[in-house]
């Protein structure tokens, strides 16, 4: 769960929102806080990025392209 999304840092350019929560990136579960390592670094390696999870409780997808 995103609890905070600062301006101008890589979740806000994904698209993120505070309280999102973020189920899988790129098609691999995300479980919990040791997790996060790996969704920065494939974050920073892939060339497009693909998120799914929740978001108000509905289900939400998030695709960014890293330049």
Known sequence: IFQE?????LAEK????????VLQLN???IAGNE???R???QLNQAGQV???????GKALTLIYSIQ
Not at 5 to 9: D, L, T
């Open 14 to 21: 994904l698209g993120l929102q505070e309280n999102d929560v």
């Open 39 to 41: 969704f920065y670094q």
């Open 35 to 37: 997790d996060i390592g």
């Open 50 to 56: 693909r998120l799914t999870g929740l978001r108000g």
């Open 5 to 9: 999304v600062p301006r101008g840092s």
């Open 27 to 29: 098609g691999k579960a």
